[in-house]
């Protein structure tokens, strides 16, 4: 299980990200665009992923990553529950996020 606190920890690693409110969610952001929102209360965070990144993450179990069932999900918005996840898989769930949404130059030396 991964809590709210190792979550925003490992979040907040990659290069220049910021935490900011987002409505009852906290935000994750780099270069102003969000990458991933936590629910705290939920125990559960929603990530932007591509298209092609969701459809493979997603084929790990339905039951802890999914995509998000509306209009969103379809715009590649995957949901993770963090209490079923182990850290590897989060971690390069979060890293195909924030790769998604950061600028090239950020994303040079980035390792998962």
Do not use: C
Request: glycine share 2%; hydrophobic share 45%; aromatic share 10%.
């Amino acid at each position: 299980m991964i809590t709210n606190a190792a979550f925003r920890k490992i979040a907040l690693s990659f290069p220049e990200v910021v935490e900011q409110p987002h409505f009852e969610k906290a935000s994750f952001r780099v270069n102003k665009k969000i990458f991933a929102t936590l629910s705290e209360g939920e125990k559960r965070v929603a990530l932007k992923l591509t298209e092609n990144d969701q459809s493979v993450f997603t084929t790990f179990d339905k039951t802890v990553i999914y995509a998000v069932p509306n209009a969103w999900g379809k715009q590649g918005w995957t949901t993770v529950e963090l209490k079923h996840i182990k850290k590897e898989m989060l971690v390069n769930i979060l890293t195909a996020a924030y790769s998604a949404v950061a600028p090239a130059k950020l994303l040079k030396n980035l390792t998962a």
